[in-house]
Structures are given as structure tokens and as C-alpha cells.
Nanobody, 129 residues
Framework: QVQLMESGGGSVQAGGSLRLSCAAS???????????MGWFRQPPGKEREGVAV????????YYRDSVKGRFTISRDSAKNTLYLQMNSLRPEDTAMYYC???????????????????WGQGTQVTVSS
């Protein structure tokens, strides 16, 4: 059973930074098994939306436009951990952030939450103005 656990959320002022972590257990990243791993968020009263993904098989990353240049997704395969470094945070980044993954390559619809097999419980990020 694959489990994902997020950490690192909190409350910051606009312009601040946070780093989210997603620790995976129940499987290991084998070099021959590609995964699409990423971060989603759900702002209050809104739908869940894709933030960034890491395609391990291709070594590529994808970001939603509003976070490009501010957020960086990365992973440490030795630690089975995915990260999201968030800089220059804005009040509109306030949301519950979720880690998600599925075996395979990230496709053109990576930003939708359909098709992701594994989800964490989420970690809250609150940005005040």
C-alpha cells in the first residue's frame, strides 16, 4: 500500500517562503518505473488544481502559469521524498496542498486530479497580506 505524507505547511506573510515535503512509503522509486508525482492545491471554496509535477521517467517538470518562477518542484529518490519550494508567496497561494502520484509519464492533462492513484492527506498553507 503506497502512502504519501505531506509536511511543511504553515502561515507566512506575503513575500515569504515555505518548503513542502512529501514522504512516500510502501514502495521505492525503481529506476525503470516512471512516476508522475506532483502537487495540487485546493483554495477555500474552489476546485482542486494542479500546481507542479515531476515526471521521473522523462526528468521533466511542469508548472501552472501562476507559480512559474516562484515555485520549484524537486525530488530526492534516496529519501523517497518530493519537495515543493515556494518563494514570493502571495495571498492567492493560500490553500490546502496535496501530494499525488501515479505510475507512468506525466501527460498533457497533468494539471487535472483525474488519474492520480495515490494522494496524501494535505498540508495547509496560509499567506497573509
Amino acid at each position: 500500500q503506497v502512502q504519501l505524507m505531506e509536511s511543511g505547511g504553515g502561515s507566512v506573510q506575503a513575500g515569504g517562503s515555505l518548503r513542502l515535503s512529501c514522504a512516500a512509503s510502501g514502495y521505492t522509486y525503481r529506476s525503470y518505473t516512471p512516476y508522475c508525482m506532483g502537487w495540487f492545491r485546493q483554495p477555500p471554496g474552489k476546485e482542486r488544481e494542479g500546481v507542479a509535477v515531476f515526471s521521473t521517467g522523462a526528468g521533466s517538470t511542469y508548472y501552472r502559469d501562476s507559480v512559474k518562477g516562484r515555485f520549484t518542484i524537486s525530488r530526492d529518490s534516496a529519501k523517497n521524498t518530493l519537495y515543493l519550494q515556494m518563494n514570493s508567496l502571495r495571498p492567492e497561494d493560500t490553500a490546502m496542498y496535496y501530494c499525488a502520484a501515479y505510475p507512468g509519464f506525466c501527460g498533457g492533462d497533468w494539471f487535472t486530479d483525474r488519474g492520480y492513484d495515490y494522494w496524501g492527506q494535505g498540508t495547509q498553507v496560509t499567506v497573509s497580506s
